[in-house]
């Protein structure tokens, strides 16, 4: 049978950065760098912030639950690493800023290994129940790892009043210069398709497509060989999708697919879909088969000042800086260093912030690599040439809401549906006037949720 | 080496694109234009095009040091006043005196631009601005018209049939009216009047002519055939959107061709319309000026036909034979509220009220 890699399936808007993959796509998984210590972020996801279940100078083993919360919206967090802790201080987050962690010393200074799991390429889920499947993700601490951070088991886990038909798996990854997926999807895939059933047994869904951008075709056709080759795999189809930016936003991928909007405000549940990262499936096997907590991650580094920009085993906790040595450091001048990628990372300050569960790649951008306008940024007026309203994905009006942000004027901006922003940063990419587009309808859904008392001052 | 990284908000890239670079696509799309206004009006288009262009940016550094702007030749950069200058130069009679395209020109930049705070700020198109008061204030001007270079106007004195005379005397539009013109006297004098249909039927036989540009009429108007070929290529480079100037051309057509259905004799062909007067240059360069039109695809829909639809009216029912430019302004002026009443609709469709 022929397989199939090119997508037309896409969704309106959206724009095609260059996609700057070349630096690492060829770069296999490989062992991260050993730690001295780590720094466990207590919140590493959506939902309520886990308390601490050790204490200063208490030992931890690798694996240990560390962090935990009763609230149903919530994941624990674990120790990747035997040693001991350190403190309970404050670490900076990409997202929430100074935020509270548990710092670990390890005992040994051993290099971080992939462990070589065997899983069989006929696995066979029937073995575990749903409510197995269920428990085995919560107790893991299973987090969507393409970014958002939800926590998984509440996304599989069979809801009476939101009955769920369509599992997508998102191995779209259309963030510039970021591999990690696409490395897994080669190097992880009996783990994928295994985390895929145990998914679909957990959630119920009856048909599991697989969405991937067509610029991946290697990615395609491996997973479409290690399908054929397992078992009771009839309902699961690889989809290839049209390569554009933002196709691997979960709402963009459904549209793309299943040609279906999820309403605005609502969740994919609401119209029985549920959409999980390939990384996050992948993490389900491991969870579920050798019930190994999710501790650590492939990450990207990458950038052209990056000495050996690659993909790379990491535990969670390990620091930026560290994992920047590991890489050889940089070569030339940098001008920012980004958590995620350029389209929607975010660019820090402080090198000590821990990899977090879902941090998929370290982007490092020199000046030329920005780009003069973005670097300098310049902002000119706007001349309301509509070009962000032709590539917002969700179909807002971004230049109203930012003007309206900007001037004070809240309400004007909540009558454009500024909520409804998933700050893509198409609008800000394609601007000619060069306008922060995305940082001021940011900075409008802060100062909303300030204003209603969601949020501290 | 990282020593001076610095944070910011996402994106971190951003696509090769600044006002500069669309306001240079737009002078390209003119060129076109500019050529051919070159080539029927010579030494008329060679004086007017560059005393317009030089005097809206020497009035836009002007109205800089007047705001005190700490950089008073950076917004020049940006090549809007140079735009400008341009359209406003196309859209005026060729052997208007320099003096009163200078006029235009500073009007147009320092009254139509300037006070609204510049690039972005203005309601009003500043080219149809500054050729309104032009209009306003020197009637006799604007309404004088030269024959294209390329007609030998010897022969014009001794042609019979009126053909070289449609050329030559008057604009297109101006036989139009006098058409239509007539077909009232006709009615208002039971009959004894002047033939409306050897009129119309003037105007009719020159389509070609009309679409090469060989007719009288302003500098960069006559010619269809370049103002088209500008157009597609800002069509092709997605400068513009096709909305506009199909909206335009799309409901002009209609209410012409309505007028030529009811009365073949006193109303001219549909395409006639089309090609005559300010409507190409219009509905690819003027109305599609983004800053006054609107934002949103229903919106500039809305404008579009709002704009054939007025220019329509004034030729037909109106008392001046062209109405490009009030059908712009007036359109600019409802824009705001067209915005405001064509908000999109997000992907999800409206949030439900919780």
Known sequence: MRIVTKGRLSFRGGVHPPGSKELTVGSEIQGGPAVKQ????????????CRPLVEKGGAVQAGQKIGDSDAFVSAPVHSPINGKVKEMGLRSHAVLGRSPAVVIEAETEAATKQPSWELN????????????ICEAVRQAGIVGMGGAGFPTRVKIEPNPRLPKETLIINGCECEPYITCDYRIMLEWTKQIIAGTKLARKASGCSRILIGIEDNKPEAIEVMNAALQQSANTDAIKIVPVKTKYPQGGERQLIKAILKRDVPTGGIPPMIGVVVLNVATVA??????VYDSPLTHRVVTVTGEAIANPGNYYVSIGTSVADLIEFCGGVTKKSAKVIVGGPMMGIAIADLATPITKTTGAITVLTKEQIGRAKFERRQTACIRCGRCLEVCPEYLNATKIAHAVKNNLLDVAESYYISACMECGCCSYVCPANIELTGYIKTGKIFLARQKGEMPQ | MLSEIRVSCAPHISKPLSTRSVMIDVIIGLVPAMAAAGYYFRIYALILIPTCVI??????WLCNIIRKKPNSLESLGDFSAVVTGIILA???????????????????IAIGKMVFGGLGGNIFNPAMVGRAFLAACFGMLMTSWTVPATIDSTMSKIAADNKIDARTQATPLAWSKEAIKARRQKTDDGGQSRDEGRVSRVVNDQLWAMFKG????CLGETSGLALII???YLLIRRTINFHIPFAVLLSAFIFAAISYLINSDAYIRPLAHLSSGGMLLCAFFIATDPVTAPLTRRGMWIFGIGVGAITMLIRIIGEYPEGVMYAVLLMNAVTPLIDRLCK????????SIK
């Open chain 2, 344 to 351: 999109r609709i997000p992907a999800g469709g409206k949030p």
């Open chain 1, 283 to 288: 993490a389900i096997a491991e969870a579920v």
């Open chain 1, 38 to 49: 780590v720094a466990i972020m207590l919140s590493q996801h959506i939902g309520a912030v």
């Open chain 2, 230 to 232: 500008g157009g597609v």
């Open chain 2, 90 to 108: 196309l859209s005026l009679p060729p052997s208007l005196p320099v003096w009163a395209a200078i006029v235009g020109s500073v009007f147009c």
């Open chain 1, 121 to 132: 390429g006929d696995f066979d889920e029937s073995k575990y129940s749903s409510e197995q």
């Open chain 2, 214 to 217: 060989e007719v009288g009429g």
């Open chain 2, 55 to 60: 005097s809206s940016v020497a009035t836009e």
